[in-house]
């Protein structure tokens, strides 16, 4: 299969050729395309050299998908294109994502909403992706009715401007700022704009896209998102509470059995998910799995993936194995 992967050259773009790689997804020919400064350069794909291209000799090319990471406004200007040329886009910016007419894919939660007509899938933002995929089999047994989270995301979210940053706060040198404010030795309670209701649009993502994942707009979600100076992973605290009572080793079941998701649950042993234990790897890890004990029917979980791969090149590969899977590809 003819595969173009946009934004080749950015940190989630080099993950998705490593992800693509690693699953073996059968690339019989491979168009990394990136911005005009960068057209040209040769790009390593398993073993193998590829020059990268432009947007309109990737769209000449007639791949089967475009796999996009080349943020919001290359989106909206180019996925229509590869569209309309009947190329298969999956796009990771948040452009498409609360769009009416667009599919927003976790694909262990609601691949099957996906048909052979959607010419453009969005990717949901990756904070909401390991998230849903351990609130999904929850919903399903006992109800949600609200969640809280607090998120704790990695530098490596804001790209390699900030990771550029940490480092040379670390190492006493000055460079360009991806953040208003130093992140070493540092917690910066602002992830991407304030809006009019004094959330910023990643906490409203994670609001807006949950419903629209897991198809309840009943689900009353509330987020404060946080820049800490990690690398290998987001974390989140997630307060759940659900209409129904629960079991917790029957909780304890459902989630270790969930797809995609491991059960690191044993706190005697100290044995709970961290970005050191996520890094690298695509699956989502929960653990500090508690009873509320202020309110019903509401439990504490502590959830970490890594989120350049599960939340970000693994789910835009992963919906595109289920597309050629199912032959809409």
């Not at 934004?7 to 989630?12: M, Q, R």
């Not at 073993?47 to 000449?60: L, N, R």
């Not at 209701?197 to 509330?222: A, R």
Request: with cysteine; glycine share 6%; hydrophobic share 40%.
């Amino acid at each position: 299969m003819k595969v173009a992967v946009v934004g080749a050259t950015g940190l989630v773009g080099t993950k998705m050729l490593q992800v693509l790689a690693e699953r073996n997804f059968p690339v019989t020919e491979l168009l990394p395309v990136a911005s005009e400064k960068s057209i040209g350069k040769e790009i390593e794909f398993k073993g193998k050299a590829y020059k990268v291209v432009g947007m309109q000799a990737a769209i000449d090319a007639k791949p089967a998908v475009a796999i996009f990471s080349a943020g919001g406004s290359t989106s909206l200007e180019w996925a229509p294109k590869f569209a309309e040329a009947g190329i298969t886009v999956i796009d990771n910016s948040s452009a498409w994502r609360m769009d009416p007419s667009k599919k927003l894919v976790v694909p262990e939660v609601n691949a099957h909403v996906l048909t052979p007509s959607d010419k453009i899938i969005a990717n949901p933002n990756c904070s909401t992706i390991q998230m849903v995929v351990v609130l999904k089999p929850l919903h399903d047994k006992y109800k949600i009715k609200r969640v809280v989270v607090s998120t704790y995301q990695s530098v490596t979210g804001t790209g390699v401007k900030a990771v550029a940053q940490l480092m040379n706060e670390r190492k006493g040198v000055e460079g360009e700022m991806a953040y208003k404010y130093p992140i070493d030795l540092n917690v910066i309670p602002h992830i991407d704009v304030f809006l009019d209701n004094g959330y910023t649009k990643e906490e409203m993502k994670m609001t807006n896209e949950t419903k629209k994942i897991m198809e309840d707009d009943s689900i009353q979600l509330t987020a404060t998102c946080v820049r800490i100076p990690t690398m290998g992973g987001h974390s989140e605290s997630v307060n759940i509470e659900f209409e129904k009572d629960f079991d917790l080793q029957e909780v304890k079941n459902i989630i270790a059995s969930a797809p995609g998701v491991v059960l690191k649950d044993d706190v005697a042993n100290f044995i709970y998910p961290m970005p050191l234990t996520a890094h690298d790897k695509d699956d989502t890890f929960v653990g500090r799995i508690r009873r509320d004990e202020t309110q019903a029917n509401t439990l504490n979980c502590w959830i970490v993936s890594d989120n350049l791969r599960k939340g970000a090149a693994t789910n835009a590969v992963q919906i595109t194995e289920y597309l050629a899977e199912k032959k809409f590809i």
